[in-house]
């Protein structure tokens, strides 16, 4: 049923891009300047190692007029063919470069980069407020570990759902797999959040759980007992 409604849902546009651009577009043409921006010497090297470089895809585009979204170029799904291929062909004539940054892009995603300082200004650019990511890149340092915790708990303590663990936990990896073949920015892990939230809420209970639990010295329980009349 779900598929069914993904269908209904995409299939009039999906008509409405091949009768317009006379190819398959399922949703939008925009892979094209991910893998462009993602895949060039600037996110390569340098400061934005890992992440998008904006100037990567303007040397592109200005080296061509067939190569920009204009009047020379009316149908912009072949324009986002070329830069498309463009990164790719990049990525494969730099094979060691392109695993070499996967790292990068991952640690970026996740808010561990090497520079936090300089993936806090990456963030910035699409429009966020300073105080409040601030605010989110501390958050995420204080469940992510709790998040991992959190996991592993809940694998040993039911093995009879360890198949709901690993669907709570596929967002997780896809979120790895997608930062690592593309590039890294905290809002790709908007679909992890709510297994952060889950997990790092099992490992708190557990930690309250621990610290409330009676301890027994000497025969005798330390916690406090309700008053017996006497």
């Keep these: 049923m779900p598929i069914a409604v993904v269908v209904v849902l995409v299939l009039p546009w999906t008509i409405r891009n091949a009768t317009t651009f006379h190819r398959f577009v399922a949703v939008s043409n925009n892979f094209g300047a991910v893998l462009l921006g993602a895949n060039c010497d600037g996110a390569y090297h340098g400061v934005h190692e890992g992440w998008w470089d904006f100037g990567c895809v303007g ?47 991952v640690a970026r995603t996740w808010g561990l980069y090497w520079h936090p300082a300089n993936q806090l200004d990456n963030d910035l650019t699409e429009g966020r407020n300073r105080t409040l990511q601030i605010i989110g890149y501390v958050v995420a340092l204080v469940l992510l570990p709790l998040m991992v915790v959190g996991g592993v708990l809940l694998w040993r303590r039911a093995p009879a759902r360890r198949g709901v663990v690993l669907i709570l936990a596929a967002p997780v990896a896809l979120t790895v797999v997608i930062s690592a073949l593309t590039y890294g920015t905290t809002r790709f892990r908007i679909m992890a959040e709510p297994t952060i939230a889950v997990f790092a809420a099992v490992a708190l209970v557990a930690v309250v759980e621990r610290f409330s639990r009676p301890r027994v010295r000497g025969g005798r329980t330390t916690a406090s007992e309700p008053a017996r009349a006497t």
């Design 59 to 105: 040397a592109f585009a200005g080296e061509s007029p067939q190569n920009r979204i204009g009047p020379t170029s009316m149908n912009e799904a072949d324009v986002y063919t070329r830069w498309r291929n463009e990164g790719i062909s990049y990525a494969l004539d730099h094979p060691g470069d392109f695993v070499r940054v996967m790292p990068a892009r």
